[in-house]
């Protein structure tokens, strides 16, 4: 019957490997955790149908996406049997963006702090350093001629 996976002759291990791009140790792994159902096995060899490149494609795109294989996992095994998958992956990206625009939060924080210390510092010692900002941020009260000429060469 075309397009029937039963009939689909079973790949290696190796063999899906290098059609989705992965270690064998990821996909080893990936079953092993549950992401993959257990393998047939052929005198002791793995054997994979297309259902395996399709599910690891799956478990590829969320990874891309940034997904945890935690996340992956309920994006498998975390809903009501029957669950659509564009339900399952609206819920989980709704989640993930959130956090995202928690973490560009933290970054702009991050990239405001930086900017403010490659301006603002000008000590000489790590120890005067953190004496300004045990007080509240570097001082610049306390510029020395050898910090303004490292301070202007950083810029």
């Known amino acids: 019957m075309p397009g029937c996976i039963a009939h ?23 079953e092993q955790i549950g992401l993959l159902p ?21 478990v590829q795109r969320a990874r891309q996406l940034g997904f945890t294989l935690e996340e992956i996992r309920e994006l498998f095994f975390g809903f009501q049997p029957g669950s659509r998958a564009s339900q ?14 928690v973490q560009m939060e933290e970054i702009r924080t991050m990239q ?10 000008h ?9 300004g900002i045990f007080r509240g941020g570097c001082s610049e009260d306390k510029v020395t001629p050898t910090a303004k000429k490292i301070s202007a060469r950083a810029r």
């Open 112 to 121: 405001r702090l930086l900017r403010e210390m490659i301006e603002k510092c």
């Open 38 to 58: 257990p393998a047939h096995r052929i005198s002791g060899q793995r054997r994979y149908d297309a259902t395996t490149l399709h599910r690891l494609a799956v």
């Open 8 to 30: 689909m002759p079973e790949m290696t291990i190796s063999a899906v490997a290098r059609q989705v791009g992965l270690q064998a140790s990821a996909i080893r792994y990936y």
């Open 88 to 101: 399952r992956w609206q819920k989980l990206s709704r989640t993930k963006l959130t956090e995202l625009d």
């Open 123 to 131: 000590c000489d010692s790590l120890d005067q350093c953190g004496r």
